[in-house]
C-alpha cells in the first residue's frame, strides 16, 4: 500500500491494516495470549500477543494524547514525557506493564477504542491540517499517526500469523 498523502488515504490505510490485523488477533487462542513466545520489541527480548496488543494501545494512544496536546496549543512531548526517541524499547516495557493485568478480549476492546478514537480525530481534520506541513521534524501529522498506527498495525499482523504457524516438530494449539 502506497504511504497516504490524504485524510482518505490515511483513514483507509488504518482501515484495510486494522481490519486485517484484527481478524488475525481473533484467532489467537485466549489461553496463550500471554504466552512470552514472540520476537521483542528490544533485541533479545520476548513478548506475549497480549504484550503486542498493549504495545498497538500505548502508541495510539500516544498518538491521541499528542493531538489532543497539539490542539490545545500546548507542548507535546515526542516521543513521550520520560523518553527519548533511542529509549523505545524501555517505552515499550511501560506499554506492556501498563496493560499486563487486562485480560485479553480487553485489551482487543481497548485498542479497538483507541484506533476508533484516532478515526474520529482524523475524520475531523483536514488535508491541510494532517499534510499541509511539518508537525515534527520533518514529519506531518498525517505521517506521523500512520508511522503509529496503520504501519504498526501490518507489522503487529505479520508477527501474529508467523507466531500462529506451527513449528517443525511443535504441537500448534
Given amino acids: 500500500m502506497a504511504v497516504p498523502a490524504s485524510r482518505q488515504d490515511l483513514l483507509a490505510a488504518i482501515a484495510t491494516s486494522y481490519d486485517k490485523l484484527a481478524a488475525d488477533l481473533a484467532l489467537v487462542p485466549p489461553a496463550r495470549a500471554r504466552e512470552a513466545s514472540l520476537p521483542g520489541h528490544s533485541a533479545g527480548t520476548v513478548m506475549s500477543p497480549a504484550d503486542l496488543v498493549a504495545y498497538l494501545i500505548g502508541w495510539n494512544e500516544l498518538v491521541l494524547k499528542w493531538l ?9 512531548d515526542f516521543p513521550e514525557t520520560g523518553y527519548k526517541w533511542n529509549q523505545l524499547g524501555q517505552l515499550a ?3 506492556y506493564a501498563d496493560h499486563r493485568d487486562l485480560p485479553w478480549p480487553d485489551l482487543l476492546a481497548r485498542l479497538a477504542r483507541a484506533k476508533a478514537g484516532l478515526v474520529d480525530t482524523i475524520a475531523a481534520r483536514t488535508d491541510e491540517d494532517l499534510y499541509g506541513r511539518p508537525w515534527y521534524g520533518k514529519w506531518t501529522k498525517g505521517r506521523m499517526i500512520q508511522f503509529n498506527s496503520a504501519a504498526p498495525y501490518a507489522n503487529a499482523r505479520a508477527r501474529i500469523r508467523a507466531w ?7 504441537r500448534q494449539a
Fill in 93 to 95: 516495557q511501560r506499554f
Fill in 68 to 76: 489532543d496536546r497539539d490542539d490545545r496549543g500546548e507542548t507535546v
Fill in 164 to 170: 500462529r504457524k506451527p513449528q517443525p516438530g511443535a
